[in-house]
């Protein structure tokens, strides 16, 4: 058997998530394919049309065309939403296993702080007087603490992607909605026979 092509689609709640999101993502993808037995060709993760915050038969229509051209399709939502993403899911019983929930706890933005190194680069004239929670997921408010680490910088488009690019994949593992995340993701790939 040669090797296949993973196709991967992606929908977040903002473009704020999208900057960061998109490269970690295929990071982490990258990182998967080194388990698959054959391996498979990856291009990127593509990004859908709506954000998850439109109407939710709005979103299930944008995954219904999503599912005929992509093997996954990943659902973004902060926490508060989860329940979202299991409605799509039970409007596609069967292609469930297709949709993956990206949730982190709280905001996408703690999962930029789980790597105090990579936010030093991410601005590297700011003064290092903030403080990252040991635990990013029970920081009260992920956005306040990003800033603070920024430097309340207006640049968020360049300094989220480059934390996506940067953030360390180790220190991302230490945060359970992250492992949750790509527990996941490894499940729907091996049910798609990619790993």
Request: aromatic residues 8%; hydrophobic residues 45%; proline residues 5%.
């Amino acid at each position: 058997m040669g090797r296949r092509y993973l196709s991967l689609a992606l929908l977040t709640e903002g473009a704020s998530d999208q900057w960061f999101l998109v490269p970690l993502i295929d990071r982490q993808i990258t990182e998967l394919a080194l388990e698959a037995p054959v391996g498979f060709d990856y291009s990127g993760v593509d990004v859908g049309e709506c954000f998850t915050v439109a109407h939710r038969d709005l979103v299930a229509c944008q995954v219904t065309d999503l599912l005929c051209y992509y093997d996954i399709v990943m659902i973004h939502h902060d926490h508060n939403e989860r329940g979202k993403v299991d409605a799509i899911r039970d409007r596609f019983p069967d292609d469930a296993h297709r949709i993956v929930a990206l949730v982190p706890v709280r905001e996408t933005e703690a999962w930029m702080l789980a790597d105090p190194a990579a936010l030093k680069e991410a601005a590297p004239t700011r003064d290092a007087a903030w403080e990252v929670p040991h635990d990013v997921e029970k920081a009260a408010d992920p956005k306040a603490v990003l800033k603070a680490a920024l430097g309340g910088r207006r640049d968020a488009e360049r300094d989220f992607g480059r934390l996506g690019q940067t953030v360390a994949l180790d220190a991302l593992r230490k945060v359970p909605a992250y492992r949750a995340w790509t527990a996941e993701l490894r499940r729907a790939m091996e049910r798609l026979h990619f790993l």
